[in-house]
């Protein structure tokens, strides 16, 4: 329901009552109610034009306490927005471990909209019920909270499920064919990708080869800027057919070493790894975008800095090749107050650029 210039929102369900207020797309104003829980504030937008500067982190999994390190470290950030690389609750099903990342995060989360995609530990089997039901996410092109796209000014954001099997795994294929073969005809500037299941690495888990089969082709034949991942708990970098790959796993789970016998095709990718605790700091302003890895002590781990065309002139390579599955999610409980408020927030953000 739009108010003149301010918006109202209320969405009932099982476990109590939503409630957003929002003036405008820089800024908004909530009000949550959930199970009589209150909370309020102000949240940060995400603006249509303009430079943006976004968070990359994930796999908080595990040690609360190195987890709340890692949030402490970056509480000074200024962000418009945050993505999580997934493994953010040891065990999906488990309620008391979603209250304790939202227990760890709330502060951070009530400042800025927060887009996460699934790890292998968020879901149970085939399903990830507490990921869908403590996150709100724009699934209106997709169908599904699992995997989404979010135009943020002239940035689209893709965020995949790599834990999906088929037939679902097909029908997301066939999505981000189309998700991104539409932004090619529009004036988007700049693609990233956050996927759990890193496509190289030269980590305990290694490169995951499904990811890999099912959508290195795709991301290179859109030429996308770059893809974040976590899955193995360290920082990595490298490059491969003009698309960046980062696994950014250092959140707060145990840290993975440098494998040893890390096979060839992830070795030849990867160029830098630190096994260390951090996040990522990205800026994009107009075509130039900068990525900084930043350690618990604010010290710099690595830097890199591209600039692109917009997404219409970049060459176009060879034909996406046809994709495999990979792996796969359930649950249900109480929604704590914050999942429900950050659910909330983001909603917010939709339905001010929606009304706006
Ligand atoms: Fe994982």
């Known amino acids: 329901m739009v ?68 949030i402490r470290s970056l509480a000074g950030e200024s962000m418009h927005f945050i993505l999580g690389t997934g493994d953010y609750v040891e065990h999906g099903r488990v309620h008391r471990q979603w209250r304790k990342f939202f227990e760890i995060e709330k502060e951070l989360l009530s400042r800025a909209v927060f887009f996460p995609s699934v790890g292998n530990h968020d879901r149970k089997g085939r399903h990830a019920k507490e990921f869908e039901r403590y996150f709100a996410l724009p699934k209106d092109s997709s169908g599904s909270e699992r995997y989404y796209s ?35 005809r529009t004036s988007v500037e700049h693609v990233f990708v956050t996927v759990h299941h890193p496509l190289y690495s030269i980590s305990l888990h290694g490169g995951h080869r499904g ?11 859109y030429q ?14 490298g490059e491969k057919g003009g698309v960046r790959y980062f696994v ?18 992830d070795r030849d990718v990867i160029e830098v790894f630190h096994r260390k605790n951090h996040f990522l700091r990205v800026s994009v302003d107009g075509p130039s975008v900068h990525v900084k890895a930043v350690g618990l002590k604010g010290e710099v781990l690595d830097s890199l800095s591209w600039s692109s065309p917009p997404l219409s002139g970049r060459l176009v390579g060879a ?24 659910g909330v927030v983001l909603l917010a953000v939709q339905v001010v650029r929606k009304a706006s």
């Open 150 to 184: 979010y135009l943020a000014g002239k940035t689209l954001l893709v965020v995949l499920d790599s834990n999906m099997r088929d037939p679902e795994m097909g029908r997301q294929t066939i999505w981000l064919q189309e998700t991104l073969e539409a932004a090619k």
């Open 248 to 265: 950014s796993g250092g959140g707060g789970a145990p840290l993975y070493p440098r494998r040893k016998s890390a096979k060839k095709i």
């Open 3 to 70: 108010l003149g210039n301010a918006l109202s929102l209320s969405l009932p369900d099982d476990d109590g009552v939503h409630e957003v207020s929002a003036a405008t797309a820089s800024q908004f104003d909530y009000h949550v109610n959930c199970d009589g829980h209150m909370a309020s504030g102000v949240g940060r937008g995400i603006p249509r034009s303009g430079p943006l500067e976004f968070l990359v982190f994930g796999d908080s999994r595990s040690r609360p306490g190195v987890h709340r390190k890692v």
């Open 319 to 342: 034909p996406a090749a046809q994709a495999t599955p990979s792996i796969a999610s359930k649950s249900s409980n109480r929604l704590p107050l914050f999942a429900c408020l950050f």
């Open 211 to 221: 990811t890999r089969n099912r959508w290195e082709a795709l991301f290179r034949r």
């Open 224 to 237: 996308v800027d770059a893809v974040f991942s976590g899955h193995d708990h360290a920082y990595m970098r």
